[in-house]
């Protein structure tokens, strides 16, 4: 079956960076476009990146352009996300996600917090 597994959330200083991973399994993994939401406390689930199966197309939600950085080795059957300059604002649970004949699977996700 299909299993995601993030990991890499932690706590962090205000303009300091993480590194997430998602582990994937149960699919072929270089055949699907990869995605990162995040959800804040009180807020709606929103998309972050997405990359698609090669890597050869990347996609950011706005305020994220310039500080966050999607990527994806097949070999690993994972997908990373790069975050650098955090902010406050970027606290949230950071899940990752694939849609697969329109089904969506979502991992348990990864808590980051950034605070001083």
């Known amino acids: 079956q299909v299993q995601l597994v993030e990991s890499g959330g932690g706590l962090v200083q205000p303009g300091g960076s993480l590194r997430l991973s998602c582990a994937a399994s149960g699919f072929i993994f270089s055949g699907y476009t990869m995605n990162w939401y995040r959800q804040a406390p009180g807020q709606e689930r929103e998309l972050v990146a997405a990359i698609t199966g090669t890597g050869g197309y990347t996609n950011y939600a706005d305020s994220m352009k310039g500080r966050f950085t999607i990527s994806r080795d097949n070999a690993k059957n994972t997908v990373f996300l790069q975050m650098n300059s955090l902010k406050a604002e970027d606290t949230a649970v950071y899940y990752c996600?694939?849609?697969?004949?329109?089904?969506?699977?979502w991992g348990q996700g990864t808590q980051v917090t950034v605070s001083s």
């Open positions: 996600k694939v849609r697969i004949y329109g089904a969506e699977y």
